[in-house]
């Protein structure tokens, strides 16, 4: 079974859809028997996922859209980055 470093060390190529089928099943095995790395990934999922779409929501924003959802996802984003 993979060591919780080395699942760390694949989190960003998991999230990028970059792991073959292999590495997968190895990733899943472990995240469904570690809670550390479970939540680890979960958090990187949620503040990726933030990232593209406040980045999505730039342009409208450009052009003088009031859009509620910008300041809510500022705000989740904030949230998800404590040290940022
Ligand atoms: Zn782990």
Known sequence: MLSCKQVADRASALIDGELSAWELI???????MCKGC???IDQLRKTDHLTAVAAEIDEPLQHGAEDGRY?????????EQPRG
């Open 26 to 32: 190895q990733i899943r095995l472990h995240l469904a």
């Open 38 to 40: 479970s939540s680890f």
């Open 71 to 79: 300041t809510e996802i500022l705000s989740m984003l904030r949230k």
